[in-house]
Each structure stands twice: as structure tokens, then as C-alpha cells.
């Protein structure tokens, strides 16, 4: 069977009538959660992964990748109206997007980033689709070598676009590690990182981490912040010319193509590829200067390559079992959880699957467009939600959530230090993106790792003497040193900065506060 029959038999899953709910349920959910400031797409899994626990494996990923890219698709609303970004990834849209608000054009903006979201998310199933079938068949051969050896490329790629200290994203990968390795080791039965508590012998549970960390540690963070809310003002229309139209379709193709292709890198993402599709798009457009002051094309660009790589991201997930970004890291534990391992086997053991979460992408990209350009004023008004309400229940939510899988209060108090874990991360610049990714990788990659060491017969060197598990240990390690790297350039040239900025009084400014020279 070709790649447009596994489709059609896609649609024949995602189009049964309980499916389509959730596709609709799953982005409607991620939409207005990811208007609001803080809850981003993270938040919104975490929060929707008690309620997938009941449901059949194939329609709670469904819902789940729905909350993930409906998330980022109504991220732009917050950027645009409040300078807010809902999520990470719609940063960059801020750029041109609030201006364009204060302009009195919020609507234009708004309009424009639903359709450029849209196209982008589009492109990027259209290349799941087509590429994720090849990357797979080229997997099939993958030995406990490899698995152990991609794990690790998976954890330091995004230990090493964690942010700007490498040492803090090491220390927060290793916690991730330490804590799934608590309970009792199953081949030899020896109790770790227990401290004598029964309710630990069978480990830590990963929801109870997710929620603690990330939705938990956000109503810590909103406990510390006043405001009740934003006035958003109103919204213009949302009209677009024939002209505007043509100068936004280059930079939303562009985007599209290049949002997929880094959404595939392990580590990198929708932020990263928004803020290289805005940096791209300003240097090629003739009127590059003006972007940043609400220029329409400072808002396509972005839009559609963090949706893009919203759906890219799925390539590495469901064809390698090796998440590409803290999201994805917490809908693989989701998915292992319901029983599923996403992996090279996937689409030869579980075609429904995957073909059906394909398929059910196409569907929820038109109803996200459907939903937003109708509704943009109406989910606006979401924006005013006062904290005194939205606290309480992100807070019943998570209780209920982690109670109501194993009916134990040793649990609650997991979830509450969890929660102040994440806060503390969070007010000392501790990356949780490599905790979490490795609370989900730390077993598998024990168990990899073992497993090639008993075919070896305890030869450590059969990781590097094999060409791909050498080849992705090499780029781990590559992905480690080159922020060192950029670091040491970095200091080397300082020192001549200094000095250039002693000899010249004409630069003695700029060089003493860092501002950029005209």
C-alpha cells in the first residue's frame, strides 16, 4: 500500500465519530490554554493526561497531539493582543504582531497569524507523512546499541538548547535520570533511591513528575506575580487585501518548509524555529528595517514555522521513540503509559496509529482555522480570566488527576515537592525541559544499555565500534561542545572588544554597557 492508502485508512480512524469529538475537544482545549500567559502547551498535556488515561490509546493521542499544536496555534493570541506570549514558540510573533495591535490593526494580525498557522501546520503534516515512513524503514535494523546511543543524542540535544548555562541543563538532566531510577531494579531486585517508603519500590510516576513540575510550578510562579487579568482591547477587522495576501505568502512558505525541517531536530522546536524564520525573513526583505515596528511579514514568518515545527517534531517521536522538546518528551511518557512504543516498529505493528494521528492532524488544522478566524474575539475575552479562578483550578486539576490514579495521599505530597521543585528550577534558570525528558528516558536507556552490554559480554566498546551508534554518540557529543565552543570565542574576543573600546573614546560607551554600536 502506497502512502495516499494509509492516509485514506487515516481518515476512515480519525473520522469515526468519537475521534472527531476529540480532535475538536483536543484543540479547543490547547487553543485557549495557550492564549493564556504561562500555561503553555506543556501545561496543557500535563493537565489532559489524566483524562487520556481512560480512553482508547488511539484517540487519546489524538487529543493529545490536538491540545499540542492547537496550543501553539493559539499562542499568537496573547503575543498580539497583550505582548504575552501564551508559549515560548510565539514569541517572536510578538515582534510585529503587538505593534500591528497598537496600530489598531490587532485584527489584521490575528488573522493573518491563523492563517500562516494554518498553512504552516499543513505543510508539516504533509512532510510527516512523507518523511517519517522513510526515516522508519531506515530504523528497523536499530540494536539495543543504537536505541541507547540515540537516547542519549535525544537528552543532550535538548540538555544543550536548554538556555544559556549548559551546566544548569546537565545538573536538571541528571535529576530527570536519578528519579527514574527510583524503586526496585529489575534484574537484581536491590531497592534504589527508595528511603524506605513502600510507595516508592515501583518507582515515581511520570504524571505525577509532569504535573508537578510544570503545571503545579506555574501556579507557584503565578502565586508570586499580581494582576488579575489583561484588557485586550478591541478587535479590528479581519479583512486581508489581495496585496497583502501576496507579501505574505513567500515568508509563510519559506517558514513552513523551514519550521519542519528543525521541528525533526532532536532539541530544537517551535521557539527555535520561529525565532530563525523572523532572523531569516528580516535579513532577505527589502524593507527588513522596519520590521519589529508591525510589519506583516514579522508575523507570518513566525507563525507558520513554529507550527510547522509543532508537527516536525512528531518525525523523532513516533518513528524514533526520542522526543524532540520537553512536549513531546511528556506525550511519549503519556503514550508508554497507555501501553504504546512509539518507535521504528510503530507503523509496521500499529498502521492505525499512526496513519490515524497523521490524519487527524489535517482535520485539526481546518477546524483550528474554522475556530479561530470566527472566534477571535470571543477567546479574546479568555484572556481576562482573573487568576482568583484560574488557579484554583489548574490546582484541582492536578489533584484530582494524580488522586485519582492511585488513591494515595503519599502521592499528593510527590506532587506538592515536585511542584516546589519546579518553582525553585524556575526562580534559579533551571531548565525543566531535561528533567523531564530525563525522568522519561532514564529507564530505557538503562535497560538499552544493559541489554548491549549482555550481547557484548560486558565490551563497553561495542558503542563506539558500531558505525550508527558511534555516529550518534559523536553528535551528542558535538551537541555538548559546541556551546562550550561558542562560549570560549566568545571570551577570546572579549578581551579585544575591551581594548578597542579603550583606544577609541567614541566607543567607550557601547563597550561598558554591551549595547550594540549603530
Known amino acids: 500500500m502506497d502512502a495516499f492508502s494509509h492516509l485514506m485508512g487515516g481518515f476512515g480512524v ?69 505582548n504575552a506570549p501564551g508559549v515560548a514558540g510565539t514569541v517572536a510573533t510578538s515582534f510585529d504582531g503587538y505593534p500591528l495591535a497598537r496600530k489598531g490593526q490587532a485584527g489584521k494580525a490575528l488573522s493573518i497569524a491563523a492563517i500562516a498557522s494554518f498553512i504552516g501546520g499543513t505543510a508539516g503534516v504533509i512532510g510527516l507523512m512523507t518523511i517519517a515512513p522513510t526515516l522508519s524503514s531506515l530504523t528497523v535494523s536499530f540494536g539495543p ?33 536519578m528519579i527514574a531510577l527510583v524503586g526496585i531494579d529489575s534484574q537484581t531486585s536491590i531497592l534504589r533511591f527508595t528511603f524506605g517508603r513502600q ?5 515515581v510516576e511520570f504524571l505525577i513528575v509532569a504535573l508537578g513540575v510544570f503545571a503545579l510550578a506555574e501556579v507557584f510562579v503565578m502565586l508570586t506575580r499580581r494582576g488579575q487579568g489583561a484588557e485586550t482591547g478591541t478587535i479590528s477587522s479581519l479583512r486581508l487585501t489581495k496585496s497583502e495576501f501576496k507579501e505574505i505568502s513567500g515568508p509563510t512558505g519559506r517558514g513552513s518548509v523551514l519550521g519542519f525541517f528543525i521541528g525533526v531536530l532532536p532539541g530544537a522546536g517551535a521557539t527555535v524555529a520561529s525565532f530563525l524564520s523572523y532572523s531569516f525573513e528580516k535579513r532577505l526583505a527589502k524593507d527588513g528595517k522596519t520590521f519589529g515596528k508591525g510589519n506583516i511579514k514579522g508575523v507570518a514568518a513566525p507563525e507558520s514555522a513554529n507550527n510547522s515545527a509543532a508537527v516536525g517534531s512528531f518525525v523523532p517521536l513516533l518513528t524514533l521513540g526520542v522526543p524532540g522538546s520537553g512536549t513531546t518528551a511528556v506525550l511519549l511518557g503519556a503514550l508508554l503509559v497507555l501501553g504504546v512504543q512509539p518507535g521504528p516498529l510503530l507503523l509496521d505493528e500499529q498502521p492505525d496509529m499512526f496513519w490515524g494521528v497523521v490524519a487527524s492532524m489535517y482535520i485539526g488544522n481546518v477546524v483550528l482555522l474554522i475556530l479561530n478566524l470566527p472566534l477571535i474575539p470571543l477567546f479574546a475575552k479568555v484572556l481576562k480570566t482573573p487568576q482568583a479562578l484560574l488557579l484554583p483550578l489548574v490546582v484541582v486539576f492536578c489533584v484530582v488527576g494524580v488522586y485519582g490514579q492511585s488513591f494515595s495521599t503519599f502521592d499528593l505530597w510527590l506532587l506538592i515537592g515536585f511542584g516546589v521543585l519546579g518553582f525553585l528550577m524556575r526562580a534559579n534558570d533551571f531548565p525543566a525541559a531535561p528533567l523531564i525528558l530525563g525522568v522519561i528516558l532514564g529507564g530505557l536507556m538503562e535497560k538499552s544499555m544493559r541489554q548491549a552490554l549482555l550481547i557484548s559480554s560486558g565490551d563497553i566498546s561495542t558503542f563506539v565500534t558500531k558505525p550508527i551508534s558511534a555516529t550518534l554518540l559523536g553528535i551528542a557529543a558535538l551537541s555538548l561542545l559546541a556551546p562550550l565552543f561558542g562560549k570560549l570565542r566568545r571570551n577570546r574576543a572579549l578581551p579585544k572588544t575591551e581594548t578597542a573600546g579603550q583606544d577609541d573614546p567614541k566607543h567607550d560607551t557601547p563597550a561598558e554597557t554591551g549595547a550594540p554600536r549603530p
Open 14 to 82: 480519525a473520522l469515526s465519530p468519537g475521534n472527531l469529538f476529540f480532535v475538536f475537544l483536543g484543540v479547543l482545549i490547547g487553543t485557549v490554554i495557550g492564549m493564556l500567559p504561562g500555561l503553555g502547551p506543556i501545561s496543557a498535556i500535563s493537565l489532559m493526561i489524566p483524562v487520556a488515561f481512560t480512553m482508547d490509546p488511539i484517540t487519546a493521542i489524538i487529543m493529545l497531539s490536538g491540545v499540542y499544536y492547537g496550543a501553539i496555534f493559539g499562542g499568537s493570541t496573547s503575543s498580539i493582543l497583550l
Open 145 to 177: 546499541a543504537e536505541y541507547f546511543a540515540l537516547m542519549v543524542l535525544g537528552l543532550t540535544a535538548v540538555v544543550s538548547l536548554s538556555g544559556a548555562n549548559l551546566t544548569k541543563g546537565l545538573i536538571s538532566g541528571t535529576v530527570g535520570v
Open 199 to 203: 510507595e516508592l519500590y515501583e518507582g
